[in-house]
Nanobody, 115 residues
């Protein structure tokens, strides 16, 4: 069973930056996609950013220009760099990976944007 472990969450003021990391227990080079999703209280989980195996990246409209996703298959890691954070970015952020054996989720890391 593949394990995904997120880190890097925390509290940050609006306008600040935060970097989330997700490390996989297996080689991510075989994963078709790796990405980040988030869930706010009372809302459904939504996609934030995905990077597929050919390098192409897709972002939610709400984070375009502020967030960047980057896969590092040598480290079995996917990183989400978040800038110009807004109150509405507050959520639990989940790492997701789609590999040859199935789809996997991390436990999530909390991001709180508050003044």
């Amino acid at each position: 069973q593949v394990q995904l472990v997120e880190s890097g969450g925390g509290s940050i003021q609006p306008g600040g930056s935060l970097t989330l990391s997700c490390k996989a227990s297996e080689r991510t080079a075989t994963f078709y996609s790796m990405g980040w999703w988030r869930q706010s209280p009372g809302k459904q989980r939504e996609v934030v950013a995905i990077q597929i195996s050919d390098g192409r990246k897709t972002y939610a409209q709400s984070v375009k220009g502020r967030f960047n996703i980057s896969r590092n298959n040598a480290e079995n890691e996917v990183v989400l760099t978040m800038g110009t954070l807004k109150f509405e970015d507050t959520a639990i952020y989940f790492c997701n990976g789609a590999g040859p054996s199935g789809e996997y989720w991390g436990q999530g890391t909390q991001v709180n944007v508050s003044s």
